[in-house]
């Protein structure tokens, strides 16, 4: 199925671009402001500013066109059914824009996810995230489980995909399956993900605690520092919230 692609967010590529070598903090830092920008933002002279921005951040990704295709093409029937049901409304304005958002933030993770490695992903947010730590909020736990997580993403996905191809060859007699049998086989591949996701839990925990893992008991091989590459990239996004005040209010007087 091809919905599936979307879930390839957990590998990271060898791109040799711009990005590749930046800080994940202020990959990170970027990706947030352009986000909140998009998602805040109701307008279409700001979706074309922001396809803008992000057809910018796929050419310094450098990423193969199939894959970021791969990446949308399971977004297409939700995309259809909202411009569809705003098209209904007579709202053409949201049944324009609405599509445009989920595709920026589909674009941001991949690019995000393809150009970072992991472990990179995950120091620069808990460096990101380290202010709430005076507030008493356990971000290095919290950074932990989302590594962890984004981690078994591909593993979960080639499990699911091998349990829906079996089911097919299982069931490939069955031509008039009812409605009853389809939802018992979809019963069947969420107890069997559970049963596959609480297998690996428990695998992990008992790796862990044969290495005596502690929290916070991390060397890190390589320190994060700014050059001035990143401190560009974090110039980018002020440039690009600055743009955007300065859109809004020209349209605001309009």
Request: charged share 20%; net charge positive.
């Amino acid at each position: 199925m091809q919905w599936l692609k979307l879930l390839s967010l957990g590998l990271s590529m060898n791109t040799r671009s711009f990005l590749q070598d930046l800080d994940p903090r202020s990959k990170l830092i970027f990706a947030a402001t352009y986000l909140f920008l998009v998602a805040c933002s109701n307008d279409l002279a700001s979706m074309v500013l922001y396809a803008i921005s992000g057809f910018l951040i796929v050419f310094a990704a450098r990423l193969p066109l199939v894959y970021l295709w791969n990446g949308l093409k399971g977004l297409l029937p939700l995309l259809l059914a909202l411009f569809c049901y705003h098209m209904l409304l007579g709202d053409m304005k949201h049944a324009a824009i609405l599509p445009c958002k989920f595709i920026f933030f589909i674009l941001t993770a991949l690019v995000l996810s393809a150009t970072t490695a992991p472990t990179k992903l995950a120091d620069g947010l808990e460096a990101v995230m380290r202010p709430l730590a005076l507030i008493r909020f356990p971000v290095h736990h919290f950074v932990f489980m989302i590594s962890v997580a984004f981690r078994f993403i591909p593993l979960f996905v080639d499990e699911t995909d091998s349990m829906l191809k079996s089911q097919k060859v299982k069931h490939a007699r069955d031509q008039d399956k009812r409605f009853r049998t389809k939802i018992q086989s979809l019963l069947q591949l969420l107890v069997a993900l559970l049963v596959a996701a609480l297998r690996r839990a428990n695998q992990l925990a008992l790796a862990m605690d044969a290495r005596c893992y502690l929290p916070g008991n991390k060397i890190r091989a390589r320190r994060l520092q700014f050059r001035w590459r990143d401190w560009m990239v974090i110039f980018s996004a002020l440039v690009l919230l600055l743009i955007d005040i300065l859109l809004k209010g020209a349209i605001g007087k309009r």
